[in-house]
């Protein structure tokens, strides 16, 4: 069908089910609770429609009876009854269905429609954006993409849940865990004490990593997506805004194969040396590890490519290195708001794709020589606000081959301290190995 045709096709509706819905809400006001989830009044098609349904809310809002008489009175009052049809037009809908046995089936319908129509609607609108040259192509399409979500989460509404529908399904998952013997509710990160304080990295979190400078926030976070992506098989996502791809695959490889990353850079290596890079090559050839390396990348840009990311290759879990390296669409806020504005947005990422994002975050320059705090991350104190866990390294001595590991919050676990190696040579962190 022609663009043409497409304007001058009717939008699509349902009448019948309209006023098959209206009619049941007005024969059994028990109805009413059932649809308010799935409808809102501008998805009548008909304007009378829509202003009876709100009219229908309000009494349901006022805790008032919802019958013919009231619903007549209420539209009387909001000046709408003529326009409605009049009193003739409302009686007429309680007889448009028997029962009110089949009310959710005639508002799924009318749901439906409306979805019809918005689609419709908001692909001309992304038809006629993209044909104007004086908007950002990357703005179109994080739009284009936001908008879709949106609509394709329509139906999927909210509701709630008695005890025993939980607890049954509480018990499967705990029941699950003890058949597969599973040591961790999350994603393991490859440290144990880490992984028993934290129970891996769980589903829906927004954890962030900080750290001041040269301490090896980088290295930390390499650490834990090669265990996850070479031993473990699981998919990893890794934005780096400060380093290329080819710098983090140097110093994959360095850790892999376990040699110097300055002798790898500078090319002094022997022949076995060649032989272990070759082996560690092929591990990292095989591992599910994707990794966009965009120096000015936006919020947009990141969200747009991490939901592809998961729609495309069912990433588990996303790194972000680092926060404040982030660019916002709104470079007229004071940079601490951007920087709410970003760890906000990265949350709502890790909720809507149900999958932890791990963010990097530098701590204040006071910190120096001292154990970091909530306080002390960088910028915006709404990123400890927005964080379910926050991961602290801390070394007193920059040459030790010691860090500290704090796990200063975690909203569903306990917190606390541990300990493992730095090897900077390899800029790769391993277990600390304790002497008998």
Do not use: W
């Amino acid at each position: 069908m022609s663009t043409g045709n497409l304007r001058d096709a009717i939008p699509s509706h349902n009448e019948d089910a309209e006023i098959a819905t209206l009619g049941a809400v007005l024969i059994d006001a028990e109805a009413l609770p059932t649809i308010i989830p799935l409808l809102r009044p501008e998805d009548f098609y008909r304007g009378a429609h829509q202003r009876i349904y709100e009219a229908v809310l309000a009494l349901f809002d006022r805790g008032q009876s919802i019958d013919l008489i009231t619903l007549t009175d209420e539209l009387r009052a909001r000046g709408t009854l003529e326009i409605c049809g009049g009193g003739a037009y409302i009686s007429r809908l309680t007889s448009a269905v028997p029962t009110s046995a089949n009310v959710e089936f005639y508002a799924r319908i009318v749901q439906a429609s409306s979805i019809r129509r918005t689609l419709a609607r908001v692909s001309q609108e992304i038809i006629s954006r993209a044909h104007d040259e004086s908007s950002e192509i990357s703005v179109i399409l994080e739009d284009a993409e936001r908008r879709i979500f949106e609509i394709s989460d329509r139906n999927q509404t909210g509701t709630y849940s008695p005890a025993k529908e939980i607890v049954k399904q509480t018990f499967d998952a705990i029941e699950r865990h003890y058949h597969s013997k599973t040591e961790y509710t999350g994603i393991p990160c490859g440290f144990k004490d880490l992984d028993q304080l934290t129970m891996g990295f769980q589903s829906s979190e927004f954890i962030v990593i900080g750290a001041r400078p040269s301490v090896g926030k980088t290295a930390f976070a390499l650490t834990i997506a090669a265990n996850m992506a070479i031993r473990q098989k699981i998919p990893v996502g890794f934005f780096s805004l400060e380093m290329s791809a080819m710098a983090i695959m140097q110093r994959l490889l360095s850790m892999e194969a376990r040699l110097d990353s300055q002798r790898m850079r500078t090319g002094m290596l022997s022949p076995a040396d060649f032989s272990r890079i070759t082996e560690a090559c092929g591990r990292l050839y095989e591992a599910p590890l994707y990794i966009s390396d965009s120096p000015d990348l936006k919020l947009l840009d990141l969200r747009a490519q991490a939901r592809r990311m998961k729609s495309k290759q069912d990433v588990k879990i996303v790194f972000v290195d680092y926060i404040t390296l982030i660019g916002s669409e709104n470079r007229d806020l004071p940079r601490h708001e951007q920087i709410a504005e970003i760890s906000r947005s990265l949350k709502a990422l890790a909720r809507e794709l149900g999958l932890p994002v791990i963010a990097l975050s530098q701590v204040r320059r006071e910190t120096e020589g001292k154990r970091p705090t909530l306080a002390d991350l960088r910028e915006s104190g709404s990123i400890e606000q927005d964080a379910d866990v926050v991961i602290f390294i801390h070394t007193e001595d920059l040459k030790a081959e010691v860090r500290e590991i704090s796990v200063a919050k975690q909203r569903n676990g306990p917190v606390g301290d541990i300990q493992l190696s730095f090897l900077s040579r390899y800029t790769k962190f391993e277990p600390l190995e304790r002497n008998p």
